[in-house]
């Protein structure tokens, strides 16, 4: 069974960064596209970035220039790079994995999901 499991949130003032870790666990080979989803409160999850095994990246609008998507195999980890944040940028931050199918930003193309780090952006 894949396991995900997310670091790096915390309380950041409005402008600054965070990184974001997942670790996988659970199988053999490399996983198939991995994803950043998040979620706030009273809000629908949304995705923030998907990567490919061999680095192509999808990224959402409302983060471009600011996050930054990035994997290491060997290492069974993905990253989320976050600059410039804002308070719009507060909420519940999850790793998702598929180990196949087509590059998606539809978060029903991921069977496996961490439980989230939560990151709060305020001054």
């Known amino acids: 069974q894949v396991q995900l499991v997310e670091s790096g949130g915390g309380l950041v003032e409005p402008g600054g960064s965070l990184r974001l870790s997942c670790t996988t666990s659970?199988?053999?080979?490399?996983?198939?596209?991995m994803a950043w989803f998040r979620q706030a409160p009273g809000k629908e999850r949304e995705y923030v970035s998907v990567?490919?095994?061999?680095?192509?990246?999808i990224i959402n609008m409302s983060v471009k220039h600011r996050f930054t998507i990035s994997r290491d195999n060997n290492k069974n980890t993905v990253w989320l790079q976050m600059n410039s944040l804002e308070p719009e940028d507060t909420a519940r931050y999850f790793c998702?994995?598929?180990?196949?199918?087509?590059?998606?930003?539809?978060?029903?193309?991921?069977?496996?999901w961490g439980r989230g780090t939560q990151v709060t952006v305020s001054s």
């Open positions: 998702a994995a598929a180990v196949a199918g087509p590059t998606t930003s539809d978060p029903d193309g991921y069977p496996y």
């Open positions: 659970g199988h053999s080979n490399t996983l198939a596209s």
């Open positions: 990567i490919t095994p061999g680095g192509g990246r």
